[in-house]
């Protein structure tokens, strides 16, 4: 199993930057595949941006196409998330998820197995 942690939310303007960092522990020795997801109160989580275990590939939703890079330092066992050009309707609970199935980018929530408790940001108007 692998225990996720994510850091680096918090409030910002529109228009303002921030960094989200998610780090692994436990069996960091499988090849996952990351993701980010957000959660805005009462809707469902949705997929921001996902990264292939190689680093070859990316994906990010189209709201965020632009403004988000996703990131990875293999050695660090941690992914990144920055967010620029940040908008209110960006504020959400970011949780970082690991999918252990050794394939291709998955958008869906339920292809992946293990999840940070969630980060806060706000974006102010």
């Known amino acids: 199993q692998v225990h996720l942690v994510e850091s680096g939310g918090g409030t910002v303007q529109a228009g303002g930057s921030l960094s989200l960092s998610c780090t692994a522990s436990?069996?960091?020795?499988?090849?996952?595949?990351m993701g980010w997801f957000r959660q805005a109160p009462g809707r469902e989580r949705d997929f921001v941006a996902a990264?292939?275990?190689?680093?070859?590939?990316?994906w990010y939703a189209d709201s965020v196409k632009g403004r988000f890079t996703i990131s990875r330092d293999v050695v660090k066992s941690t992914v990144f998330l920055q967010m620029n050009s940040l908008k209110p309707e960006d504020t959400a609970v970011y949780y970082c998820?690991?999918?252990?199935?050794?394939?291709?980018?998955?958008?869906?929530?339920?292809?992946?197995?293990?999840w940070g408790q969630g980060t806060q940001v706000t974006v102010s108007a």
């Open positions: 998820a690991a999918d252990e199935t050794y394939g291709a980018i998955s958008t869906n929530v339920a292809n992946y197995d293990y």
């Open positions: 990264i292939h275990w190689s680093r070859i590939s990316t």
């Open positions: 436990g069996r960091t020795d499988v090849n996952y595949n």
